[in-house]
């Protein structure tokens, strides 16, 4: 008797546009069952009609990182069914502090960042993993960004800097927490690409950017794990 081939089931978190539609693309293609994480139902329904006009048929699932409840809902929703969760993009985020000084800080701005970018990515990889050991196997990817970069801190976008900063580092703690489960856990910046987070102000799209986390989407068992990484290379953070 031949076992078929296990098909990965993924989640994308922020996979209506942007990187996470591309990223979740390109898992399609690769015969991933792949869930898009979405906010607006609507918008994860245009998302999942363009898909399957390209004859990639995904499903999207509400997902906000900020509500804890929506998260436990989602993963819950997309494990139980399909009876695994192997692959989680932690790709949701916002960018809302462009032009703010970290000495006269919007603390409201502030907390939403942090909220998105480093607690949702902390809430989903905490509830995602603990999906993923009861198949001992899985690849956590969290999308950071050169601007969290220790090596090269500046004035600017404090927030977000500070939030992929906490994320770079979530990533190193989890990786050695989760050592030995087959959970692999690393950080990919995607550099800067033409979607509305950075305002068109580059010709670099999403789809070329998609190469690295897809490669650490679909990892061997004896892959990196605590990296952090930019067109398939470790950066010095
Ligand atoms: N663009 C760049 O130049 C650049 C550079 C470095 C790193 N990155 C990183 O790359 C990743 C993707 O960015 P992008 O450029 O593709 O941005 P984008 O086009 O603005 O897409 C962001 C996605 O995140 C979703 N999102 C925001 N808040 C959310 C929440 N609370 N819960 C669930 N989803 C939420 C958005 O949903 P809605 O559609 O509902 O708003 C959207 O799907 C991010 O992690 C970003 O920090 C981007």
């Known amino acids: 008797m031949t076992t078929q081939p296990v098909s990965r089931v993924a989640l994308v978190s922020g996979g209506n546009r942007g990187l996470g539609l591309a990223v979740a ?5 690769q015969g991933m069952q792949v869930v898009l994480g979405v906010r607006d139902r ?3 329904r245009e998302a999942e009609e363009a898909l399957g006009r390209k004859r990639l048929f995904v499903h999207s699932h509400e997902l906000d990182v900020t509500d804890p409840a929506s998260v436990a809902r989602c993963i819950a929703d997309v494990a139980a069914p399909l009876g695994r969760l192997d692959v989680l993009v932690n790709n949701a985020a916002v960018a809302v ?3 703010q ?4 800080p919007d603390f409201e701005r502030v907390r939403a960042t942090l909220d998105t970018n480093l607690l949702g990515a902390w809430r989903l990889a905490a509830a995602a993993a603990q999906e993923m050991r009861k198949n001992g196997y899985g690849r956590i990817v ?6 969290g970069s220790q090596s090269n ?3 600017g976008n404090v927030s ?3 939030s992929k900063a906490g994320l770079n580092a979530l990533t190193q703690i989890l990786a050695a927490e989760l050592h030995g489960t087959g959970i692999l856990v690393n950080a990919v910046s995607p550099g800067r690409m033409a979607t509305r987070m950075a305002y068109g102000e580059t010709d670099r799209t999403p789809e070329d950017a998609a190469d690295t986390p897809v490669w650490l989407a679909t990892l061997p068992d004896d892959g990196p794990t605590g990296g952090l990484f930019y067109e398939r290379k470790p950066l010095d953070w």
Request: charged letters at 20%; proline letters at 0%; a positive charge.
């Open 25 to 29: 693309t390109r898992l399609a293609e």
């Open 42 to 44: 609507l918008a994860g």
């Open 97 to 99: 502090d462009r032009g």
């Open 101 to 104: 000084a970290a000495a006269a």
């Open 142 to 147: 969290n999308i950071t960004s050169h601007l």
């Open 153 to 155: 801190m500046g004035t």
């Open 160 to 162: 977000y800097r500070v």
